[in-house]
């Protein structure tokens, strides 16, 4: 590019012909500013970076962290301003992309927290950079905390002493993130244990890794229980007495024995029993009254009862009560009889003495005989014998039969007839009740007085013969009362 030239510049011509004037011309330059890789020889941008490594065993660990600062540059050129050359270029001017200095500032981090760890740096200081600054290496490490694992076993049978009781704790000791494994010691602790009674149940995980908190793994155990058969036995009878209100046996007692056993579940570790099994529930059979002549149960039956091993032996006592029994004595005239035929003999009726009483009960009649005979004696009657058991005894058992017992008398031959008129009245009973009414009786007596009289005539005759008879009558009366 030329520039202008002005006339003034020139020298004046001196004459005509003027001169001859040379121009001599140089190319003109101009300045041009450009970015660093923009120049003849290209400038590379520089990054500085800060690489922050974090370092450990958890997979926690962050990624690494990348600072970076972009630096550019400027270039002058200097330019042949007819030609458009570049002729020269000036050092590049360095500065931080976004700026006009040459630095930038990385700034401070703080490695992040990771439980269970602690890191090397607590943090990586604030950095000055240029575009000459070299790439930088920071490496944190994270240590791992120490760690452990409480291995607890317990025992959590209900019977336990207090419920789910800890009888042992292991400690295994590692860092966080390492890996632990329990499971030979856990293994051996068992069979320690199985052989005190103890039966293992469950066991939480004996394996893993070591975190930043205490882990507690639990292993419980219960107790082993077996049923022993027999390990109790229990007898429970009933017994059922039969008496009579005054205490007779009525009949032999009734007798059931009950067997309980118990199979009993035993704690294998206490030795306790923690179940009893006893045998079921018995029933008794239903037992009927057994029949007791003379006398009537106040029950007819002992129902079937139930017993169980904790009832307690059981006693029942049927009494009786004793029936209504009747006895009678009869004085029978037995004149003229042979001892054999006695009883055929004539039954004083209106001297007879009727009771009334209840089995096995006692009676005397000896005052009420005595009183009879004693007024037949007045009569001219001498009594012969009688039956055993008429003065004194019991009554018997035979509700079905009256009771007879028979005195024996025969008018003496000395002995004048008595005048109906002059024959007492026969006293009362005991229990003050009049006898039977005699009029009938009576009668009957002064006929048998008259006929006493013919035969006392007929005696005189036959005198003799008549000792003998009675000689005869004495020794059959002997047979009779040996034969009773």
């Not at 001599?24 to 520089?46: M, N």
């Not at 458009?84 to 040459?102: A, H, N, R």
Request: net charge neutral.
């Amino acid at each position: 590019m030329i520039g202008e030239i002005k006339n003034k510049d020139l020298p004046a011509p001196t004459n005509t012909k003027g001169y001859d004037v040379e121009i001599h011309l140089t190319h003109g330059t101009t300045k041009k500013v450009v970015a660093g890789e923009d120049a003849q020889t290209s400038i590379v941008s520089p990054k500085i970076t800060r690489t922050i490594h974090y370092q450990g065993l958890s997979s926690k660990i962050p990624k690494d962290e990348v600072q970076t600062a972009c630096f550019d540059s400027k270039v002058t050129q200097t330019i042949d301003a007819v030609t458009g050359t570049i002729l020269s270029e000036s050092d590049p001017q360095w500065f931080k992309v976004g700026s006009d200095v040459d630095k930038a500032e990385l700034e401070s981090i703080r490695p992040p927290e990771i439980e269970g760890y602690t890191a090397s740096l607590l943090q990586v200081p604030t950095l000055e950079v240029n575009h000459a600054s070299q790439n930088i290496e920071v490496n944190v490490t994270y240590t791992p905390h120490p760690s452990e694992v409480k291995i607890i076993y317990r025992d959590i049978d209900v019977n336990a002493t207090s419920g789910a009781q800890v009888f042992k704790q292991d400690i295994i000791k590692g860092h966080v993130d390492e890996t632990f494994d329990n499971q030979l010691s856990l293994q051996k602790e068992k069979e320690a244990l199985e052989k005190k009674g103890y039966e293992w149940v469950h066991s939480d995980e004996q394996t893993g890794v070591y975190t930043p908190n205490v882990q507690t793994r639990y292993v419980d155990f219960k107790h082993k229980v077996l049923t022993t058969p027999d390990y109790q036995t229990k007898d429970v009878t009933q017994t059922i007495h039969y008496q009579t209100e005054s205490g007779i046996k009525a009949a032999p007692d009734n007798l059931q024995v009950f067997h309980f056993t118990n199979g009993a579940a035993i704690d294998q570790v206490t030795k306790a029993v923690i179940k009893n099994n006893w045998s079921k529930v018995q029933t008794s059979k239903e037992v009927k009254s057994p029949l007791f002549e003379g006398y009537t149960p106040e029950t007819e039956q002992i129902k079937a009862q139930n017993y169980n091993n904790e009832s307690k032996n059981q006693s029942f006592i049927v009494k009786y009560s004793a029936n209504s029994q009747k006895l009678v004595v009869q004085f029978i005239d037995v004149r003229g009889l042979p001892l054999e035929d006695y009883k055929e003999g004539k039954n004083l009726s209106s001297f007879e003495l009727k009771k009334v009483g209840k089995s096995d009960e006692t009676y005397d009649n000896t005052h009420e005989i005595n009183e009879r005979l004693q007024l037949l004696k007045d009569k001219g009657y001498q009594l012969i014998e009688q039956d055993a058991g008429g003065q004194k005894g019991k009554f018997d058992h035979d509700d079905s039969k009256t009771q007879i017992y028979h005195v024996y008398l025969k008018l003496k031959k000395t002995e004048k007839p008595i005048a109906q008129s002059n024959i007492p009245t026969p006293p009362t009973t005991r229990e003050n009740k009049p006898m039977l009414p005699r009029t009938g009786e009576q009668l009957n007596h002064q006929l048998e007085q008259i006929g006493f009289i013919i035969l006392m005539g007929i005696g005189l005759l036959l005198g003799f013969k008549k000792g003998r008879a009675r000689g005869v009558d004495d020794k059959k009366r002997d047979k009779f009362k040996s034969s009773k």
